[in-house]
Structure formats: C-alpha cells, structure tokens
C-alpha cells in the first residue's frame, strides 16, 4: 500500500512516517513545504509542495499515486484568513489531488478536538455539538465540513480522526506537556519555576505514538469505505487530567518539588474540562491507549535529558 502523510515534518506527522515504515507492505512517503525541517525524515521519500499551490501539489501527488493520504497538514496558529485557508482550502486541494491521481485513494483526515470546545463534564461523544471557541477549531469544523462535502458529493472514501491534547517525546513547547518539560530541562540544577497560564483545568490526554497507531488502525482497515467513511473516530485516553495533577506527576518522576509562576489575568481563560468518549473506535478495532500518561512524561523528561528516578 502506497501511503502518503502530510505534514510529515510535524510533530505528528514525524511519528506517523517512522511508525509506518516499520509496518509491512506499506511503502510511506512525506508531503512537506519548502521551510519544512527534514531531520527526522532522512530515509523517508519527500515530495515538496505547498497545499495551495493547486499545480504544483496535484502534480507532486500524481507523482506518488497513494492509496491513502492520511491529511496531517495545515496550521495550528496564525492569522485568522490563513488558518482557514491553510485548513480548509489546503484540505480540498489534498482531496482533490489524492482522487486525481487514484479514484480509489482513502482519506483520514485529522481535525481536532478543538471542534468540541466546552461540551460539559461528561465523556465527549462524536455526536457531540461542534462548539469551538477558538479560530483554529472553527478553521478544524469549516475542515471537517469541506472533507465531508468531498464524501457525500464525490464518493471519496474519507473519514475523520479527532485527537485530543497530546504528548510525547520531542514535544514543542506549544503543547502543555511540552511546555513543562522544556522549562524543567531549561532550568538544569537550578530550582525550576514553571511558567504557566492556570492549574485548574482538565484535558484528556494522550500519548501521540497511540494516537498515530490510532491513524493508521483506521486508516489500514480493508472495510474502511464501509466502516470508516463519512465518520469521526475520537483518539483520546478517556481520561481528564487537571494541569495540577500533571505537575504532581513531574514532580514524583524528577523527586524536585516545583515552583508555579501564575500571571495575575488570563487574556483567554482556557476551555474548563474536557474528555474523550473513545467507545467508537474501540468498539470497532479493538485500539486502546497504551501508554500511561506517566510513562508517556518520563519518557519526554529522559529525551530532554532531564534525570528521572527510574
């Protein structure tokens, strides 16, 4: 099976490759821009291109002619205009180019969680109203929308992947998890002050190593236009962890208690809990959260060369 990953010099994306050049029959190639960092994916085939430039990308796609795209590609944060452009215009060019080129390609998608925004307390089902309260989780529904538009309208075999919060080794600084762990590493011998915005809210979150596997459960099935399409799987732990518990967590790994530096206002104030109902992909595959969130922060503390108690 011939599978191309956008974004494949992301966080994500990076795990996803070397997942799956470790899966057999699977032959794995890389969609990434110019500006892209390629360290990661030195034994991976690349194709170069910008998922606005039409031309450009469905030629690049032709090229490797997949029989699947799993669509990591996109922004994260940015100007309003071009994280809808980026996300939503860049997602019907990858559709359209993948179908170009193999009128049989499958698409995974993967939105976000951020569709949610605050759903309550209870487990977030896929059924959930799409509430987002920020611009990149308006920018991941308009996502969504535009994929399955291409689904009901075309006959594209395309499905939707939802992760929720993640961590894992190599994390950017833009995540929670990564975000402490950077600030512990940085500070070496010296008591370590963690800068943070609050406390008191919970996120679900899970390891990115099971969210890729994730992906590719989904994305591998031999029913996928059967099971899979025009659907949303969640990739979440099924757990909310409050950001006090994660430091808690921290700080039995490092054996150092750690200072919090609050700021005295939140200009956002942060979506208050949120948690995954992972019922409808486990039920249908069987895939289950491998790694313990513990395991997953020691596992970041130890690349970061940050000493542990294990």
Same mark, same amino acid.
């Given at each position: 099976? =011939?599978?191309?990953?956008?974004?494949?010099?992301?966080?994500?994306?990076? $795990?996803?490759? %070397? $997942? &799956?050049?470790?899966?057999?029959?699977?032959?794995?190639?890389?969609?990434?821009?110019?500006?892209?960092?390629?360290? +990661?994916? /030195?034994?991976?085939?690349?194709?170069?291109?910008?998922?606005?430039? =039409?031309?450009?990308?469905?030629?690049?796609? /032709?090229?490797?002619?997949?029989?699947?795209?799993?669509?990591?590609?996109?922004?994260? /944060?940015?100007?309003?205009?071009? +994280?809808? /452009?980026?996300?939503?215009?860049? #997602?019907?060019?990858?559709?359209?180019?993948?179908?170009?080129?193999?009128?049989?390609?499958?698409?995974?998608?993967?939105?976000?969680? *951020?569709?949610?925004?605050?759903?309550?307390?209870?487990?977030?089902?896929?059924?959930?109203?799409?509430?987002?309260?920020?611009?990149?989780?308006?920018?991941?529904?308009?996502?969504?929308?535009?994929?399955?538009?291409?689904?009901?309208?075309?006959?594209?075999?395309?499905?939707?992947?939802?992760?929720?919060?993640?961590?894992?080794?190599?994390?950017?600084?833009?995540?929670?998890?990564?975000?402490?762990?950077?600030?512990? @590493?940085?500070?070496? %011998?010296?008591?370590?002050?963690?800068? +943070?915005?609050?406390?008191?809210?919970?996120?679900?979150?899970?390891?990115?190593?099971?969210?890729?596997?994730?992906?590719?459960?989904? *994305?591998? =099935?031999?029913?996928? *236009?059967?099971?899979?399409?025009?659907? @949303?799987?969640?990739?979440?732990?099924?757990?909310? $962890?409050?950001?006090?518990?994660?430091?808690?967590? &921290?700080?039995?790994?490092?054996?150092?208690?750690?200072?919090?530096?609050?700021?005295?206002?939140?200009?956002?104030?942060?979506?208050?809990?949120?948690?995954?109902?992972?019922? =409808?992909? #486990?039920? +249908?595959?069987?895939?289950?959260?491998?790694?313990?969130?513990?395991?997953?922060?020691?596992?970041m503390l130890e690349a970061a060369g940050v000493k542990t108690n294990?």
């Amino acid at each position: 099976m =011939r599978v191309l990953v956008t974004g494949a010099a992301g966080f994500t994306g990076a $795990y996803l490759v %070397k $997942y &799956l050049r470790n899966q057999n029959g699977v032959e794995v190639s890389g969609l990434i821009r110019k500006s892209s960092q390629k360290n +990661l994916l /030195r034994d991976t085939p690349c194709i170069v291109a910008d998922l606005l430039d =039409r031309e450009k990308l469905a030629a690049a796609v /032709r090229d490797v002619c997949p029989d699947t795209v799993i669509h990591l590609g996109g922004m994260t /944060r940015g100007d309003y205009g071009e +994280l809808l /452009r980026a996300n939503v215009i860049g #997602t019907k060019n990858i559709l359209d180019a993948g179908t170009a080129a193999n009128p049989d390609c499958r698409f995974l998608v993967v939105s976000s969680s *951020a569709v949610y925004g605050y759903a309550g307390e209870a487990p977030i089902a896929e059924s959930a109203p799409l509430q987002p309260l920020s611009e990149y989780g308006i920018s991941k529904v308009a996502q969504e929308a535009q994929a399955l538009m291409h689904y009901k309208r075309e006959g594209t075999a395309v499905s939707l992947a939802r992760p929720f919060n993640l961590a894992g080794p190599g994390q950017p600084e833009s995540f929670i998890c990564g975000k402490l762990v950077h600030q512990l @590493a940085a500070a070496g %011998k010296k008591q370590p002050v963690l800068d +943070l915005w609050e406390t008191s809210s919970s996120r679900d979150l899970i390891d990115v190593r099971d969210v890729v596997r994730g992906c590719w459960v989904l *994305a591998s =099935r031999p029913d996928f *236009a059967e099971q899979c399409s025009g659907k @949303a799987f969640n990739l979440g732990s099924g757990n909310a $962890y409050p950001v006090s518990s994660i430091i808690t967590m &921290l700080e039995e790994i490092t054996q150092r208690q750690l200072t919090i530096h609050l700021p005295e206002k939140i200009a956002v104030p942060p979506i208050p809990s949120q948690k995954s109902d992972n019922t =409808r992909i #486990t039920s +249908l595959t069987g895939w289950r959260p491998e790694f313990p969130l513990k395991q997953t922060l020691r596992d970041m503390l130890e690349a970061a060369g940050v000493k542990t108690n294990g």
